[in-house]
């Protein structure tokens, strides 16, 4: 199969491209400017490197609303990129930073008349604890989701969705929910399955057969530019909807993570653990780690018993029909670009 073409080039244009120094939000950013594009980027803390790319710079948190929202002054196109990810900590910390800075940066786009809005959201806002093999956009939002993250994401993606061709801008807004992004650069991932193993740390939760969609980073920036590009259409525009991105090549989860570590040249794993025993024991440590205040991460929770024991591929047919979306890097390319680097 041939390798599709990049998506073309808009013109230059000034765009604001919110958590740019992250993994995703620099990718985009350096595709941004080979178009041209005057880009200004949000992040926490101080990037020189990013400086003398000719990015503006604005270190601000999330949080701080009239900042994130008077970024937007001035711009075409804004990609929002950034959030609090994690699958623990306060909901107060994930509040301020999902949802209160969504909505400045809605509010910042409407007040200074953004013609586009491309946010970057995350398909656990479907989260619903079952097997998730095949199924598309119709899924419901996640009811009590046992994790703050996707919980503030799906307040977040509704108040984008909702802002959609609304005046007095008549901005237009799309979401994309890539999932488990990797690919060269990345900081998350990869090294984290990788730390895991080596300390001894991983188990196969469940019976090890359980399917999940990977997302090269090269794609979901295709995506982006795409949906940017899409929200300028006349005809069967995407504005107002969300969409699954994927490589469209789900893998067996524990066999590419054994793979991965022989690659590696880590042990393989072969210490399994039951989903319901995983799913109990989440439980017993979230209660500790509340009790107790401990910091960090518990070693396990329900939400990451259930995301590792279970299918979690989607079908991405209306991302192909109605942004144009093909993943052009496979998984095989991926992989052999990532070990050579």
């Given at each position: ?17 919110t958590?740019?120094?992250g ?8 595709r ?11 992040c926490?803390?101080s990037?020189p490197d990013?400086?003398?790319l ?18 937007c002054?001035?711009?075409d ?24 800075g ?8 409407r ?14 806002v ?9 199924e598309?956009?119709?899924l419901p ?14 307040i ?18 799309v979401?994309l929910r ?5 690919g060269n ?14 300390a ?10 359980n ?9 979901v920036?295709?995506?982006h ?13 995407p504005g ?7 490589n469209?090549?789900?893998?067996e989860?524990?066999?590419?993570i ?21 799913y109990?024991?989440?439980r ?9 205040g ?11 018993a ?8 989607f ?15 496979s998984?095989?390319?991926?992989m052999k ?5």
């Open positions: 199969m041939p390798i599709p073409p990049e998506p073309p080039n808009l013109p230059p244009r000034p765009v604001l491209v958590g740019v120094s993994f995703v939000g620099q990718k985009l950013a350096q941004l400017l080979a178009q041209g594009c005057k880009i200004t980027g949000i926490r803390r990037r990013l400086e003398r000719g990015i503006e710079m604005i270190y601000a948190d999330l949080s701080d609303a009239s900042t994130i929202r008077a970024a002054e001035g711009k196109t804004v990609f929002h990129v950034a959030a609090k990810v994690g699958i623990w900590g306060k909901y107060e910390d994930f509040q301020k930073a999902n949802v209160e969504t909505q400045a940066i809605i509010n910042g786009c007040d200074f008349g953004v013609k586009k809005l491309v946010y970057t959201s995350t398909p656990s479907v989260f619903n604890g079952k097997d998730i093999s095949g598309d956009e119709s939002y996640g009811e009590s989701i046992p994790c703050p993250y996707p919980t503030t994401k799906v977040s993606e509704k108040a984008v969705l909702a802002a959609h061709d609304l005046p007095p801008g008549h901005l237009k807004t979401a890539p999932h488990l992004i990797w650069g990345d900081p998350n991932l990869v090294p984290r399955v990788l730390d895991r193993a080596k001894g740390r991983l188990r196969i939760v469940g019976d090890g057969k399917r999940v969609d990977l997302t090269h980073v090269d794609n920036v295709d995506a530019l795409l949906a940017e590009i899409a929200l300028d259409r006349e005809e069967n525009n107002g909807k969300a969409y699954f991105i994927s469209d090549e789900p893998v989860l524990w066999p590419w054994n793979q991965l570590l022989k690659d590696h040249g880590v042990n393989p794993l072969e210490k399994r653990i039951s989903l319901s025993a995983a109990r024991l989440g017993v440590m979230e209660a500790i780690w509340k009790l107790f401990i910091k960090g991460e518990p070693p396990m929770t329900r939400f990451v259930s995301e590792l024991a279970k299918d979690h591929w079908d991405i047919s209306a991302a192909k029909r109605d942004l144009g979306y093909q993943p052009r890097v998984m095989e390319a991926g670009a990532y070990l050579a680097n």
